[in-house]
């Protein structure tokens, strides 16, 4: 009896030994299985991601956009747009054609992790080498605004997060003209955008908390502007200014003859603006200055007597101190209803000629809690009044 209870008791002792490796085995061909799918998954993704994005972009309206590749980064939350293009259908444009609306070498979009130590979850976006071609003839005010919102809901599926932080490496901005004589392409180069605390990941107090610091360069000169703004409030909320200078004229001269039939030997150009914008309302100035200004004389009978006309106004007009031409236009006003005070402007370029030098620097006047910065009358406001004019709604 002993010996039968004992075989038993081995017998059975062996089953069970033999029941646990199955089920390891079992267990190690799930692990195994999902190893195998997720590397599957893994190799597909950004196939699948590609035709995601393509898909999406097929939605804007007289527009082919096109992916040329996408690259996934897993273990920083992020995918990679690799040689975006968008070009306008329509125009005799089409599909192959050599001047896209906007096209990038990658679009970089992410979780923002250190915003994850203050409790948020919020997205980065980098874009490298971007272009943006504004071609005339192509777009209408209507056609514009209805193209800006559709590229903004593209960016939102393309980024389901709330953006914070977005920056533009190496950037272009071009205005081309093929219709002029010369044709134009003026250009805003190297430009470097970046756009921070966007959906006030900082929680700060401060009334204008996001801020966007923009650097370029333009034929000879530089571009720089720094705006700081509430991107929660409905109506635009913001302080800006903006300068550009140093800019060779020589370099324009294409421009120049295009648009107003001279050119010049020798031109210095720069232009200083503020602006600060709350409830709807707007206030600020645009300042022109110009120095050495001498035009080319040359051509037909006619042009030269224009040419020599231009030439001495702008000698007649020029400060003989500093050599330079100088106004100051102020607009303000709604931002459906602005206002652009000419004789004031008129005004400035006299001042400037004949009493005081206008600075060629921005003037740190304007802000959102002083949108007027207008203190005194020029003597032809005095005579003539504000001469305001609105500007034409299109």
């Not at 089953?15 to 061909?29: C, E, H, T």
């Not at 809690?369 to 305001?388: A, Q, S, W, Y």
Request: charged share 25%.
């Amino acid at each position: 009896m002993y010996n039968q209870r004992s075989e038993e008791a081995a017998i059975r002792n062996l089953k069970v030994k033999n029941r646990k490796p199955k089920g390891k085995k079992k267990l190690k061909i799930v692990l195994v299985s999902i190893v195998v799918l997720l590397i599957i998954f893994r190799l597909f993704l950004p196939a699948i991601v590609l035709h995601f994005v393509n898909k999406k972009l097929s939605t804007i309206k007289e527009y082919y956009g096109h992916v040329e590749d996408i690259d996934i980064a897993l273990l920083r939350g992020a995918y990679i747009i690799n040689d975006i293009k968008l070009v306008k259908i329509g125009n005799n444009q089409g599909k192959s054609d050599t001047v896209p609306f906007f096209k990038a070498s990658s679009i970089d979009l992410s979780v923002q992790w250190k915003a994850i130590f203050k409790r948020r979850i919020v997205g980065e976006i980098y874009v490298e080498n971007p272009v943006i071609n504004f071609v005339k003839g192509k777009h209408n005010e209507e056609d514009a605004k209805a193209d800006t919102a559709d590229f903004r809901r593209i960016i939102k599926d393309l980024m389901p997060l709330t953006i914070n932080h977005f920056e533009i490496t190496n950037g272009e901005i071009h205005y081309l003209d093929p219709f002029s004589t010369p044709k134009l392409d003026l250009a805003l180069k190297e430009l470097k955008i970046v756009a921070s605390n966007l959906s006030n990941v900082n929680d700060s107090n401060k009334v204008l908390p996001a801020n966007v610091i923009a650097n370029g360069k333009a034929y000879g000169g530089t571009f720089h502007l720094s705006t700081d703004f509430d991107a929660f409030q409905e109506k635009p909320t913001f302080d800006m200014n903006a300068e550009i200078k140093n800019v060779n004229l020589v370099l324009l001269n294409d421009f120049l003859q295009a648009y107003a039939k001279f050119e010049v030997t020798e031109g210095n150009f720069g232009l200083y603006t503020e602006f600060a914008g709350k409830d709807g309302g707007f206030g600020g100035y645009v300042k022109p200055v110009i120095k050495h200004f001498k035009v080319k004389k040359e051509g037909t009978f006619n042009e030269r007597f224009y040419e020599t006309i231009i030439g001495a106004s702008a000698s007649l007009l020029k400060n003989h101190n500093t050599n330079e031409i100088a106004t100051k236009v102020d607009i303000k006003g709604k931002f459906n209803d602005p206002t652009i005070n000419l004789w004031r402007a008129t005004g400035f370029v006299l001042r400037n000629a004949f009493v005081h030098a206008l600075k060629p620097s921005i003037d740190n006047t304007i802000n959102i809690h002083k949108l007027d910065d207008v203190t005194d009358k020029t003597f032809l406001e005095k005579i003539f009044g504000n001469g305001k004019h609105k500007k034409k709604k299109h």
